[in-house]
C-alpha cells in the first residue's frame, strides 16, 4: 500500500476525501503545484506569455507562424539542417493564444551563470585570477 493509501487509512477517510478537503484548505498552493508540474513536464519554462509582462503584439511581431518556413523543405540537398529552421531566425513560436521560448538553451545558460555566482561568492579572489588569467 502507497504512503498516501496509508495516510487515507489512518485517518479513516478515503484518499479521494482527504485529496478534496486539501485541495479545498490549501487552493493557492494547488494552483502553484499545477503551475509547477506545468513548468516541469510541459513545456511551461519555455511559456514567455506566463513568464513576462511583455505585450502579446510584440511577442507576436518576435514569433514565427507555423508552416512559415516552406524553404526548410525546399528540393535542395541542403535542407533540413539546423540554420534552416525558421527558429534560427526567430527565436519564439505560438501555439494557440501562448508564446513559447523556442530554443531552451537559455535554462542551461541561466545555470551556469547561477554556478558562477555561486563559486564567486565562496572564492572571490577567483575573480581576480580569472581576469589575471585573461590579460596574460
Known sequence: ?????????????????IAATWRQNNAGAMEAAALSFDDMLR????N????????????????????????FFGPVLTRGRRSDFASSQ???????????AVDPCFVRDSGYRALLWNLLQRSPN?????IHARKS
Open 126 to 130: 577567483m575573480r581576480r585570477r580569472s
Open 48 to 71: 514567455v506569455s506566463r513568464h513576462t509582462a511583455l505585450p502579446a503584439a510584440l511577442l507576436r511581431d518576435l514569433a514565427y507562424d507555423r508552416a512559415e518556413e516552406a524553404d
Open 43 to 46: 513545456g511551461g519554462i519555455c
Open 1 to 17: 500500500m502507497t504512503p498516501h493509501m496509508l495516510f487515507a487509512e489512518s485517518q479513516g477517510k478515503s484518499f479521494e476525501e
Open 90 to 100: 526567430e527565436a519564439i513560436g505560438q501555439l494557440g493564444d501562448d508564446f513559447y
